[in-house]
């Protein structure tokens, strides 16, 4: 079992910055490709980005290219979102998901997941 932790959510106004982070714990021996993918009110999960056990592939939602950077720290088992440029419709709980297996851009594929935090952007 592996658990997550995210943290660093909040209220930012329309361009500013937020960085997230996701601390795992428990069988963190595995290699594990790490994901966020995040819900806004009424709307289905929507995948983000998504890096691969040693960092070396990533894949990103067009709708966050460019603005958002996905990176991990194996020796801490932390994954971070490094977000720019945030925009009101980034507005959404954010989550941090895991699978014992390559990356994968479907919810459905991923089988830990964190509790979420919140991100409100403000216009």
């Known amino acids: 079992q592996v658990q997550l932790v995210e943290s660093g959510g909040g209220l930012v106004q329309a361009g500013g910055s937020l960085r997230l982070s996701c601390a795992a714990s428990?069988?963190?021996?595995?290699?594990?490709?790490m994901a966020w993918f995040r819900q806004a009110p009424g709307k289905e999960r929507e995948f983000v980005t998504v890096?691969?056990?040693?960092?070396?592939?990533?894949i990103y939602a067009a709708s966050v290219k460019g603005r958002f950077t996905i990176s991990r720290d194996n020796a801490k088992n932390t994954v971070y979102l490094q977000m720019n440029s945030l925009k009101p419709e980034d507005t959404a709980v954010y989550y941090c998901?895991?699978?014992?297996?390559?990356?994968?851009?479907?919810?459905?594929?991923?089988?830990?997941w964190g509790q979420g935090t919140q991100v409100t952007v403000s216009s």
């Open positions: 428990g069988r963190t021996d595995s290699a594990y490709a």
């Open positions: 890096i691969s056990w040693n960092g070396g592939n990533t």
């Open positions: 998901a895991a699978r014992s297996a390559g990356i994968a851009t479907n919810w459905l594929f991923y089988d830990y």
